[in-house]
Nanobody
Framework: VQLQASGGGLVQAGGSLRLSCAAS????????MGWFRQAPGKERELVAT????????HYADPVKGRFTISRDNAKNTGYLQMNSLQPDDTAIYYC?????????????????WGQGTLVTVSS
């Protein structure tokens, strides 16, 4: 499985971005997908995950109410809609897939990772 994340960029505080994660090589319709981020000098952290069906989602507390994870299994693509962005959201965002897991909520469960896309939020 190859994951290609896109949609990052520079945005002002309060703005929005939508990240996409296109998968190839294998259907992810039976796999959980997730988004993680790593800010400079910090450890990678979970942002949000979604079940294979799209019916269940999980969010880290800092992004609840601002970010929305979704997926389109027909397109083999996942999304992360980010609203009300703040400078603390600045990071490289990675998408990941958990083959063999219907719904994953921990990083260790994800076994395929994309290359990351940079999100920079200016104040």
């Amino acid at each position: 499985v190859q994951l290609q994340a896109s949609g990052g960029g520079l945005v002002q505080a309060g703005g929005s971005l939508r990240l996409s994660c296109a998968a190839s090589g294998r259907s992810l319709r039976f796999a959980s997908m997730g988004w993680f981020r790593q800010a400079p000098g910090k450890e990678r952290e979970l942002v949000a995950t979604i079940a294979a069906s799209g019916g269940t989602t999980h969010y880290a507390d800092p992004v609840k109410g601002r970010f929305t994870i979704s997926r389109d299994n027909a397109k083999n693509t996942g999304y992360l809609q980010m609203n009300s962005l703040q400078p603390d959201d600045t990071a490289i965002y990675y998408c990941a897939a958990a083959i063999g897991s219907w719904m994953a909520t921990t990083a260790s469960t994800f076994n395929f990772w994309g290359q990351g896309t940079l999100v920079t939020v200016s104040s």
